[in-house]
């Protein structure tokens, strides 16, 4: 008995930590500074076609944000978390503003250079008839589902801040790097919130780490992959630049490093499996 609760109170303890320092994220929260970055400067000097590929690619999933919650993220046990539901309310804004300033980079650059490049991807419209089943289903395991969330937003804000520092420092352009700096500082906080929720939420459910951790090694894509987003060859397009030297894979190795302290997820290296296929489909 004195060892449950011993257990109890530390649980509460952690929980109470974690929730404060997401106050704390969630109070910073605000849309990214540009109009301060030197846009005339824009397209004096050529940028790699690859720079501009990631750009794309990075610009058309921070977009897909930019709608109403939908499907599984929009679970009620999730959504009713007033903490959560103010985060992700920022998060949305926050991202919308990251893909109007990529586009702004591009569109600027494209004119200047006078060449062509796509028009940024819209979302799906419709949600699966599976996701809508699959919301139903889990509605008495709430809990679980917003572990779930939280989980794979860290693994994606992860992958993410990690990818514009990447390009930061090989796109050649100092705008666009001091552009993606701003931002990977943003995704920064974004990860650490889903992370400190993943946190206190796995630790706190057996059931969440045993089903968590077998759903991330067998179902976890890339952010920005999937039906009606992006196909894995336009990611692997953007992993093929961004991890082909020492540095890519020690970004690789450090992204796993820090996903496995999560409670339950120690051995478990899903960036790693995501490089190999991602590889594998190229030499292919």
Same mark, same amino acid.
């Given at each position: 008995m004195?060892?449950?609760s011993?257990?109890?109170?530390?649980?509460?303890e952690?929980?109470?930590?974690?929730?404060?320092?997401?106050?704390?994220?969630?109070?910073?929260?605000?849309?990214?500074?540009?109009?301060?970055?030197?846009?005339?400067?824009?397209?004096?000097?050529?940028?790699?076609?690859?720079?501009?590929?990631?750009?794309?690619?990075?610009?058309?999933?921070?977009?897909?944000?930019?709608?109403d919650?939908?499907g599984?993220?929009?679970h009620?046990?999730?959504?009713g978390?007033? #903490?959560? /539901? !103010?985060?992700? @309310?920022?998060?949305? *804004? %926050?991202?919308?503003?990251?893909? $109007? =300033?990529?586009?702004?980079?591009?569109?600027?650059?494209?004119?200047?250079?006078?060449?062509?490049?796509?028009?940024?991807?819209?979302?799906?419209?419709?949600?699966?008839?599976?996701?809508?089943?699959?919301?139903?289903?889990?509605?008495?395991?709430g809990?679980?589902?917003?572990?779930?969330h939280?989980v794979?937003?860290?693994?994606?804000?992860?992958?993410?801040?990690?990818?514009y520092?990447? #390009?930061? /420092? !090989?796109?050649? @352009?100092?705008?666009? *790097? %001091?552009?993606?700096?701003?931002? $990977? =500082?943003?995704?920064?906080?974004?990860y650490?919130?889903?992370?400190?929720?993943?946190?206190?939420?796995?630790?706190?459910?057996?059931?969440?780490?045993?089903?968590?951790?077998?759903?991330?090694?067998?179902?976890?894509?890339?952010?920005?992959?999937?039906?009606?987003?992006k196909a894995?060859?336009?990611?692997?397009?953007?992993?093929?630049?961004?991890?082909?030297?020492?540095?890519?894979?020690?970004?690789?190795?450090?992204?796993?490093?820090?996903?496995?302290?999560?409670?339950?997820?120690?051995?478990?290296?899903?960036y790693?499996?995501?490089?190999?296929?991602?590889?594998?489909r190229?030499?292919?």
């Open positions: 004195e060892r449950t011993r257990a109890k109170r530390r649980s509460a952690v929980r109470g930590s974690c929730e404060a320092r997401c106050e704390r994220l969630v109070a910073r929260s605000a849309l990214i500074e540009v109009d301060d970055l030197d846009w005339g400067a824009v397209g004096e000097r050529p940028v790699d076609p690859s720079v501009l590929a990631c750009l794309v690619y990075m610009r058309d999933v921070e977009g897909f944000t930019d709608r919650l939908v599984v993220v929009a009620p046990a999730t959504l978390d007033p #903490l959560v /539901r !103010r985060f992700l @309310d920022a998060w949305r *804004a %926050e991202e919308a503003a990251h893909a $109007a =300033a990529l586009d702004r980079y591009l569109r600027t650059y494209a004119r200047r250079r006078r060449v062509e490049l796509p028009a940024m991807q819209a979302p799906p419209t419709e949600v699966p008839r599976s996701e809508q089943l699959l919301l139903a289903l889990t509605r008495p395991i809990h679980v589902v917003t572990a779930a939280m794979w937003g860290a693994a994606n804000e992860l992958l993410t801040m990690h990818g520092r990447l #390009l930061a /420092r !090989r796109c050649g @352009d100092p705008v666009l *790097a %001091e552009l993606l700096t701003r931002i $990977a =500082a943003q995704e920064s906080r974004h650490g919130f889903y992370r400190l929720q993943a946190e206190w939420r796995l630790g706190e459910s057996r059931l969440a780490r045993v089903v968590l951790r077998q759903l991330m090694k067998r179902s976890w894509t890339p952010v920005g992959i999937g039906e009606g987003y894995p060859g336009e990611f692997d397009q953007v992993l093929g630049y961004l991890a082909v030297d020492d540095r890519g894979a020690r970004a690789v190795d450090t992204m796993d490093a820090t996903f496995t302290r999560l409670p339950g997820f120690d051995g478990v290296r899903i790693e499996r995501a490089t190999a296929e991602s590889r594998a190229l030499a292919a």
